[in-house]
């Protein structure tokens, strides 16, 4: 029997966490042959998950460049990929998201006339400046895409009010971020006592690295880390600080030297799970965070004024408090001191799935090309 050709594409970080489970649930059938193709947008954080999954790719581009602009980044993704889907001549592209890598990879595919399906698709803030450029990657893919793999119902009713008509394209499968999250906390991949945290103390996780809190919004956050500090002596705030000058320069400014308040660099993955599961409260402007915590049942409150994940919000285990210094207060101080309120954002069932995201891909793929 004719193996489906099926070649999965990735750059970032936050897109190897993702497809790092479906590439192994891919490697496990025998229907299907599987190529990894990395553009390495990130590299140095992209090649911490590869080595913490165990997969080797196939095919690396290795684009990075320092001070990158979009428009050098696209080309080079542009005309590197199609070299490569001319050599393998596949039968699908896997995307993840809404990345550059994503959607450049995407339209390359189209170009050569390949099918292409979408791993978390549907996401939508319907606010094609927020986030910049994410928003827009992410239309460009569910464009172009044959296959959507949406991590919830919403995501559906997105792709289906963007004009997406082919219901039997479209397919809800969880997300696979939380593959990746139970099989890292499974098999108990990280050991985080080098951290050095107080076992005494409360561990609130902060974590702020996306652009629209560049500048004035991340110096309101910091000064709402230094006040959670002075008013909670039993917390101790751990913030990874992303290598990025603007969000490097502002961190040092306003924290560095702070008791109980810990800059560290940026984690692998597991260890940044395992610091998820320790926490009793994270703040952070992260997508991933606000689909993984839940299911450690740490409640989170989101640093941004919209998010294209509101399944969160609605079933109750995030909160949106964006960059106000006084809002991130109240609703800290809540979750700090009211127990009810607290059990009552990390009972909450998580919206994203079960960690059967992966396997439910490779089964519609199999069927798909049956």
Known sequence: MKKIKTVVVFGTRPEAIKMA???????KRKEIETYVLVTAQHRQMLDSVLDLFNIKPDYDLNLMKEN???????????????KVYDEINPDIVLVHGDTTTASISALSAFYSKI????????????????????????VIVDSVSDLYFCPTKGSIDNLINSGIKNKNSIFETGNTVIDALLY??????????????????????????????????????????????????DVEIVYPVHPNPNVKNTAEKFLKGIERI???????????????????LI??????VQEEAPSLGVPVLVLRDETE???????????????????????????????EEYQKMAKNINPYGDGHASAKIADIIIKHFA
């Open 184 to 233: 890292t906390i499974k098999n108990n991949l990280s050991d985080i006592s080098y951290l050095g945290l107080n076992p005494n103390l409360k561990t609130v996780l902060l974590t702020s690295h996306r652009r629209e809190n560049f500048g004035k919004p991340l110096e309101n956050i910091c000064k709402a880390a230094v006040e959670i500090v002075k008013r909670y002596k």
């Open 21 to 27: 489970p479906v590439v192994m649930e891919l490697k």
């Open 68 to 82: 990158q602009d979009l428009w050098h980044l696209t080309s080079d993704i542009l005309l590197s990929t199609k």
């Open 283 to 288: 703040l952070s402007d992260s997508g991933g």
């Open 309 to 339: 994940r509101p399944e969160a919000l609605y079933s109750g285990c995030t909160k949106l408090v964006g960059s106000d210094k006084e809002k991130i207060l109240k609703e800290a101080g809540i979750l700090l001191e009211d127990k």
């Open 262 to 280: 810990k800059l560290i660099e940026p984690l692998d993955y597991a260890p940044f799970c395992a610091l998820m599961k320790k926490s009793t």
């Open 115 to 138: 099918k292409i399906g979408h791993v978390e698709a549907g996401l939508r803030t319907f606010d094609k400046n927020y986030p910049f450029p994410e928003e827009i990657n992410r």
